[in-house]
């Protein structure tokens, strides 16, 4: 009823507007960089693990490139199932590396200018061990297919295709483990074949998160067998269908911890296990790693006091980072107005109030940061004084 009473040309306006306003309030929040860490190095955020149409994907590589630069992304990795084909009668695709190359010129010429990286690989797709592998930062991935049909397929073969990756200093990642699968119970078992892949430094990461799952045993291995911690989106349709990115959720990610913003940065980080997996809305890292995040992303300041003989002290702490940080107050501080637990939005501050404090004390700040795993069911704990 309204609309139709509208002159035309304010139907337009409101067309036009509408629309761009939400999209730009969208874009802003889903977009994943993070603040260099204090010691100079870059937090970049890679997606380790993609598919297109030129192995089991929905779309073509352009698609994922527009993804990616929607998300702005540091780095997307292009990695087609070597071995499974569904599209093989559609696209014969003799090269495997012809997604990496068209996904390059679509980022090199293509609609958006961006400072997207893109780093080649290709996913070992095997039945049985190593099961699923994600060889990255090889230069071509035709050598890594050491078998002409799945039949021919046993452990020694796949072993083949591993050396081949890191005949070219390849990265290869051990990708969704716990599958049901392999693990129906969810609880990996490292068998004699998988350990001596790891002894051979056949396999140096493991995805502790892929798309939609997180499974506390593979963190546990990555522990277990000192393994690159790693998280992806292994997006097969899109990324907007697969997540509820304007419910504040993101793909799942990696953020490598580099010193150059280059592909060899990244793989340097990789290699040296300086990683964080960012898996809806939770951190999930070695100890170390996880502190020196947070001391890049958090920072704690005492605000001063309206009056003297005041016995609360206001503390801002604020978030530079792209997602919301959940931490619980331990210890014997007292907060007036809170429970104790304090969301601290991205991109933005909330402040707390701490009892029985005059302006002249130190606070000592005891903290669970509660959307940190850096094993199965612990959280970060971290100490401020202030
Ligand atoms: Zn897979
Ligand atoms: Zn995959």
Request: no cysteine; aromatic share 8%; glycine share 6%.
């Amino acid at each position: 009823m309204m609309i139709r009473s509208l002159p035309l040309f304010s139907l337009v306006v409101l067309l036009a507007v509408a629309p761009l306003s939400d999209s730009i309030e969208a874009t802003e929040s889903r977009e994943l960089r993070f603040p260099p860490l204090k010691d100079g190095r870059l937090v970049l955020s890679v997606d380790t693990h993609t598919h297109s149409v030129f192995s089991d994907g929905h779309v073509w590589p352009t698609v994922r490139v527009w993804e990616a630069n929607k998300d702005r992304l540091d780095a997307m990795a292009i990695t087609e199932h070597l071995e499974y084909q569904p599209n093989r009668d559609d696209i014969p695709h003799p090269d495997r590396n012809r997604a990496f190359e068209l996904a390059v010129k679509e980022n090199k010429q293509g609609r958006e200018r961006s400072d997207l990286l893109l780093i080649p690989g290709a996913e070992i797709t095997r039945k049985y061990a190593p099961g699923h592998v994600n060889a990255l930062f090889i230069e071509d991935t035709n050598p890594l297919l050491t078998v002409k049909h799945r039949r021919e397929e046993t452990f020694e073969t796949a072993r083949k295709a591993l050396k081949a990756a890191k005949a070219q200093q390849g990265f290869m990642i051990w990708n969704h483990p716990a599958w049901p699968r392999d693990f129906p119970d969810g609880v990996i078992k490292i068998s004699r074949e998988q350990q001596s892949l790891f002894d051979e430094g056949l396999i140096q990461g493991i995805e502790v998160a892929n798309g939609e799952y997180f499974n506390d045993s593979s963190l546990q291995v990555a522990l277990d067998h000192d393994l690159t911690i790693i998280g992806a989106s292994d997006i097969h349709g899109l990324i907007d269908y697969d997540y509820d990115i304007n419910g504040g959720s993101h793909r799942t990610v990696t953020v490598a911890f580099t010193n150059e913003r280059s592909v060899e940065g990244i793989a340097a980080a990789l290699f040296q296990k300086q990683t964080v997996a960012v898996y809806d809305r939770q951190f999930i890292g070695r100890e170390t790693e996880l502190q020196t995040l947070f001391d890049s992303l958090v920072r704690f300041e005492r605000l001063p006091a309206r009056r003297n003989d005041s016995q609360q002290t206001a503390v801002r702490i604020s978030n530079a980072g792209p997602i919301d940080i959940e931490l619980e107050v331990l210890g014997d501080v007292s907060l007036n107005k809170s429970a104790g637990y304090v969301t601290v939005p991205s991109h933005g501050s909330t402040v707390i109030m701490v009892l029985d404090h005059a302006p002249s004390d130190e606070i000592d700040l005891k903290l669970e940061w509660l959307n940190s795993w850096q094993a199965p069911k612990t959280h970060a704990r971290l100490a401020r004084t202030l």
